[in-house]
Nanobody, 123 residues
Framework: QVQLVESGGGLVQAGGSLRLSCAAS????????MGWFRQAPGNEREFVAA????????YYADSVKGRFTVSGDNAKKTVYLQMTNLKPEDTAAYYC????????????????WGQGTQVTVSS
């Protein structure tokens, strides 16, 4: 069992920045990956960014490339999402995710979810 605890959401004006954090605890696999998804009201949960610890590769949705940066500390099982130049359309609940198979870019491959943290961007 893996537990994910997120922090860092809030209200920010368009063009501003926020940093989300997610700490994992529990038993993981050697090639696990962590990532971020988001879900706005009435929409499906969508992939935002992910990091694969085994090779250090990072992945981003096209909508956030160049604005968001995913990073982390494998020893601490902690992943971060630095969000800059935020737009009103980034408003959503952001969920930390863990894939024990190392594929944290697809909801179908996510084994554990965090409780979610709200990000609201005002125009």
């Amino acid at each position: 069992q893996v537990q994910l605890v997120e922090s860092g959401g809030g209200l920010v004006q368009a063009g501003g920045s926020l940093r989300l954090s997610c700490a994992a605890s529990g038993r993981t696999t050697s090639n696990y990956a962590m990532g971020w998804f988001r879900q706005a009201p009435g929409n499906e949960r969508e992939f935002v960014a992910a990091i694969n610890w085994s090779g250090g590769s990072t992945y981003y949705a096209d909508s956030v490339k160049g604005r968001f940066t995913v990073s982390g500390d494998n020893a601490k099982k902690t992943v971060y999402l630095q969000m800059t130049n935020l737009k009103p359309e980034d408003t959503a609940a952001y969920y930390c995710a863990c894939s024990l198979s190392g594929r944290a870019t697809m909801t179908s491959r996510i084994d554990y979810w965090g409780q979610g943290t709200q990000v609201t961007v005002s125009s």
